[in-house]
């Protein structure tokens, strides 16, 4: 048997110096930079792109039915890019029926692009281990209080799958244009824990 090491790790600043080195010298003569890089993310991994999506699939059948069948393709064709690693996308539509919500189990993942960067509350452990046991109290206890008939459904995203929901289009925004329907899109309702 091995003895442990009675080595301390090294303060998380000092971790996280040390990786940023490591990513800075990698991204050396590419143009790249870890401050770059969140830039990038930060400017355009944004909810607002979700929200553009959802519209457009309110406003176009006929794209809606292309976002429901291949979802990534679908958001492409809106000209928003997904990183790599993001090899397919799911689209799940809520109905009167059902309503769906997103989590990740194993850790915080998202469809950045369309999401953005997760909300500290779906980072939480409680959340990501409470809502796949008892879905309709956790909506309930984040405000999205669902009538007892409708079917929760609850998805786990993975490596290479991400979810966004498509929430239920409100009644009163008939005849809204695109730009004003975005405008009421959450990215609360994009992972399924708001109702519009």
Same mark, same amino acid.
């Given at each position: 048997?091995?003895?442990? $090491?009675?080595?301390?790790?090294?303060?998380?600043?000092? /971790?996280?110096?040390?990786?940023?080195?490591? %990513?800075? =010298?990698?991204?050396?003569?590419?143009?790249?930079?870890?401050?770059?890089?969140?830039? &990038?993310?930060?400017?355009?991994?944004?909810?607002?792109?979700?929200?553009?999506?959802?519209?457009?699939?309110?406003?176009?059948?006929?794209?809606?039915?292309?976002?429901?069948?291949?979802?990534?393709?679908?958001?492409? !064709?809106?000209?928003?890019?997904?990183?790599?690693? &993001? /090899?397919?996308?799911?689209?799940?539509?809520?109905?009167?029926?059902? &309503?769906?919500?997103?989590?990740?189990?194993?850790? $915080?993942?998202?469809? %950045?692009?369309?999401?953005?960067?997760?909300?500290?509350?779906?980072?939480?452990? !409680?959340?990501?281990?409470?809502?796949?046991?008892?879905?309709?109290?956790?909506?309930?206890?984040? =405000?999205?209080?669902?009538?007892? =008939?409708?079917?929760?459904?609850?998805?786990?995203?993975?490596?290479?799958?991400?979810?966004?929901?498509?929430?239920?289009?409100?009644?009163?925004?008939?005849?809204?244009? !695109? !730009?004003?329907?975005?405008?009421?899109?959450?990215?609360?309702?994009?992972?399924?824990?708001? /109702?519009?």
């Amino acid at each position: 048997m091995a003895a442990a $090491s009675s080595t301390a790790a090294a303060p998380i600043e000092q /971790r996280v110096a040390a990786v940023e080195r490591v %990513l800075e =010298g990698r991204a050396r003569g590419t143009g790249l930079s870890v401050d770059g890089m969140v830039a &990038h993310v930060e400017e355009n991994f944004v909810p607002e792109n979700g929200a553009r999506v959802v519209a457009r699939a309110w406003t176009d059948p006929a794209f809606r039915e292309r976002l429901l069948r291949d979802g990534k393709a679908a958001v492409e !064709e809106l000209g928003i890019r997904f990183p790599a690693h &993001h /090899r397919q996308l799911v689209v799940l539509e809520n109905t009167p029926a059902v &309503h769906n919500v997103i989590v990740c189990t194993l850790c $915080s993942c998202t469809a %950045l692009a369309v999401i953005g960067l997760p909300p500290d509350w779906y980072k939480d452990f !409680e959340y990501r281990a409470r809502v796949v046991r008892e879905a309709r109290t956790v909506l309930r206890e984040m =405000g999205c209080d669902l009538p007892e =008939g409708v079917e929760i459904r609850v998805w786990d995203t993975t490596a290479d799958t991400r979810y966004m929901v498509l929430p239920e289009r409100p009644a009163h925004t008939a005849g809204w244009a !695109e !730009e004003k329907l975005a405008s009421v899109v959450t990215r609360d309702s994009l992972i399924g824990v708001e /109702r519009l």
